[in-house]
């Protein structure tokens, strides 16, 4: 049954991967493109405001049509995969306690409520900290700093919410369900609430180019390009985790339905109603 789990995930995660990757094609990448533009723009100014007069100009390895459409394309759907077969994974050791402790429950609440659960900590409370940023935005200096501290506050975030989980489950029989529910929550937040406190903040937004004389020359990245590209990038990774957890739980039914058929009987640990 295992297997069969993770060629669900599989599924799910190619699925998943598809709709993420239309979605941001309609709506991500028309604000990428505005900061390719900006981004253009602003390199111009510098490079007049300095003498240089096109001096650093240079041709793209890849085409923006390339980029976008088979470049995005094919992104999303290896990203889609690998979060298939790690939902997969995860369910698996899940459903494994779950189910023989907790009989009763049925398979897909739990593909919902982790397929919500990794959207929350894998995505959206690093995202909190470290919001989503269009081309352009950013120092090029930074890079580094910045990828390794999104990275740590992700695995602070994933790690701290597997402690939940097992703190959870810990209390659920000496609290009540409720209350092991309040004080896994309240505990994750107040860890990662520290983390972010901790780990270093980032505001590299670029403002208005000026010259020696401060008039200016170029102006800031706009404010609504970083917003919309934000919100968008949230719904992206909504849709996601959304698709996921839905198609994995449509693909346990059918599994369930082709188990019971074959068995005449209900499988121990696959059994859907």
Do not use: C
């Amino acid at each position: 049954m295992e297997k069969k789990f993770i060629g669900a995930g599989l599924i799910s995660g190619l699925v998943a991967g598809l709709f993420a990757f239309v979605f941001a094609r309609i709506f991500i990448e028309p604000q990428v493109a505005k900061a390719i533009d900006y981004e253009s723009g602003r390199s111009h100014a510098e490079e007049m405001l300095a003498g240089e007069h096109g001096a650093h100009e240079h041709g793209e390895v890849f085409t923006r049509s390339v980029q976008e459409n088979i470049g995005a394309g094919v992104g999303s759907i290896v990203f889609g995969l690998a979060m298939g077969a790690i939902f997969a994974v995860v369910f698996t050791v899940l459903w494994a306690y779950v189910g023989r402790r907790y009989p009763l429950v049925d398979p897909r609440l739990v593909a919902g409520l982790l397929a919500f659960g990794g959207f929350v900590a894998v995505y959206l409370v690093p995202f909190g900290k470290y919001p989503a940023n269009p081309p352009a935005v950013g120092n090029d200096d930074t890079i580094g700093a910045r990828s390794g501290s999104y990275l740590t506050m992700t695995l602070v975030s994933l790690a701290v919410a597997i402690a939940a989980v097992v703190l959870a489950f810990w209390l659920l029989p000496r609290i009540g369900g409720l209350y092991a529910l309040i004080v896994s929550t309240v505990g994750y937040l107040a860890v990662v609430g520290v983390a972010m406190a901790v780990l270093p903040s980032f505001d590299e937004v670029p403002t208005a180019l000026r010259s020696p004389d401060g008039a200016i020359v170029f102006p800031g990245f706009p404010g609504d390009v970083v917003g919309t590209f934000r919100f968008h990038s949230i719904a992206n990774q909504m849709i996601l985790w959304a698709v996921l957890g839905l198609v994995f739980a449509v693909v346990l039914t059918r599994l369930s339905r082709r188990s019971t058929g074959a068995q005449g009987t209900r499988p121990d640990t696959a059994q859907v109603r």
